[in-house]
């Protein structure tokens, strides 16, 4: 109908005409990354009507594909997103799906923010604060535990979020969002203020934002900034701060968030040790899953 050509592309066929061998592309150099691919040079061989090379771009997706792979080497966790299947036969048409579990209630931000009026509104009744609290650990201790057997399968994360958790039924939650755009941030660095990846600055390690050097000891400050979230419902991190150049030298400098109003001190605690300069200093997940499940015990 009216609507723009780059909206209706599901309705738009593929024209044979177009193929070309991939056995006469050679690559060179890396031109562009962002969150969906890369940009690549290359010298063609008789590519538009002339006989010998000529230089090209090629543009390539691979984020979905290096998520399905990641998929099928952690294998499966209850607090993971788990692969169920997926469609690749049709890959040569540029059709690739993934089929992962359904998780109803979306990402774990959101739903904190939609209860937030909820969860105000009960703060004065002592019973039902006490259970806000008893899900927010317990939404905590299953993060940890996610995060505790993708350390197990030697994956690093690099961009645990709320945004980036579901909550399924019976509160069961689940971190997703696997091999996304992982070696943009950590290889790009000429690209890195112009990429359209977006570097989520605000849950990164000292050493991720000086050095650019990931491990599961800045998942776990990103871990950090995850209780934080919870306990604040759903709120933004640093939330009067910009990023700029000061963000960094404040955090260098020693700087963290303040304890949100419904975090205790022990909770906060957690929180300020995942935030440990030096990331030797800092929890390790089975540390957390520890201290996260005693706390959960205690708090029934
Ligand atoms: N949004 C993105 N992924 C989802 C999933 N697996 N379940 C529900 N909502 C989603």
């Known amino acids: 109908p009216d609507m723009p050509v780059d909206e209706q592309t599901e309705y738009l066929s593929y024209d044979a005409n177009w193929e070309f061998p991939s056995n006469q592309l050679k690559f060179d150099i890396v031109l562009g990354q962002g969150a969906f691919g890369k940009v690549m040079r290359a010298e063609a061989t ?12 090629v543009k390539m997706i691979k984020a979905l594909l290096s998520e399905l792979k990641v998929l099928i080497h952690i294998g499966q966790h209850l607090n993971i997103l788990n692969l169920l299947g997926a469609c690749t036969k049709d890959m040569h048409k540029g059709l690739l799906y993934v089929i992962v579990e359904y998780c109803r209630y979306g990402n774990l931000r959101n739903h904190l923010l939609r209860r937030r009026g909820n ?10 604060e006490n259970s806000i609290v008893k899900h ?6 299953q993060i940890a535990r996610g995060m505790e057997y993708l350390d197990s399968r030697k994956y690093i994360h690099r961009d ?4 980036n958790i579901l909550l ?23 690209y890195t203020k112009k990429s359209d990846t977006p570097v989520p600055v605000k849950w990164l390690a000292i050493e991720s934002l000086t050095h650019k050097v990931y491990t599961t000891k800045s998942d ?22 910009n990023i700029d150049e000061t963000f960094i030298t404040r955090i260098k400098n020693g700087y963290r968030m303040e304890r949100p109003p419904q975090a205790s001190e022990s909770q906060y605690d957690i929180m300020r040790r995942c935030w440990a300069h030096s990331p030797d200093d800092r929890p390790t997940f089975t540390d957390l899953v520890e201290i996260i499940g005693n706390s959960l015990q205690t708090s029934v």
């Open 46 to 57: 008789g590519i538009d009507g002339t006989a010998g090379t000529s230089q090209v771009a």
């Open 119 to 128: 969860f105000v509104n009960t703060m004065d009744d002592d019973l039902k």
């Open 136 to 141: 927010l650990l317990c939404y905590a201790f």
């Open 160 to 163: 645990l979020a709320t945004r």
């Open 168 to 190: 399924g039924e019976d509160h069961v939650v689940k971190i997703c969002d696997f091999g996304l755009a992982k070696d943009c941030y950590k290889y790009d660095n000429v």
């Open 220 to 241: 776990v400050w990103a871990f950090g900034i995850v209780l934080w979230e919870l306990f604040s419902l759903g709120g933004s991190p640093y939330p009067a701060m």
